[in-house]
């Protein structure tokens, strides 16, 4: 079973979180999610455990207790929901448009054909 491990200290490493869990079964991976840029702890991670009963049996005893000065959050994984994307990354934005140069008594900055007919310029 996959278990999500949550409100984490950023003090944390993998092998305290997997001290944590190794208390109430065994424990194939634990790992706690760093930022990619930063390389500090985003606070969250997940554990592994083979046995089903072992790991529910861990998160009862272990969801809403203090661990380094923080109540963690401990349940079982779910897959994220079909569709949801990959989050993240950069988006093509709009900013307005136009405008710009000079304003004078004309308003906007929007080119007018008209006005180079009838010399309104």
């Known amino acids: 079973m996959n278990i999500y491990v949550g ?4 003090n944390l490493k993998d092998q305290d979180l997997l001290n944590l869990f190794s208390a109430h079964g ?4 634990a790992k706690i999610i760093n930022d990619k840029f930063t390389g500090r702890s985003k606070g969250f991670g997940f554990v592994e455990m083979p046995n089903d009963d ?5 998160i009862a005893a ?5 661990v380094d000065g923080r109540n963690v959050v401990v349940n079982e994984s ?4 079909e569709g949801s994307g990959g989050g993240g990354g950069f988006k093509k934005r709009s900013f307005g448009g ?8 004309r308003g906007g900055g929007d080119y007018n054909r008209d ?3 009838n010399g309104d310029f």
């Open 7 to 10: 409100n984490l200290s950023w």
């Open 26 to 29: 065994e424990v194939t991976t």
């Open 54 to 58: 072992q790991a529910q049996a861990a």
């Open 62 to 66: 272990l969801n809403g207790t203090a």
């Open 78 to 81: 779910r897959p994220k929901p």
């Open 98 to 105: 136009g405008g710009g140069g000079y304003r004078g008594n």
């Open 115 to 117: 006005s180079f007919n």
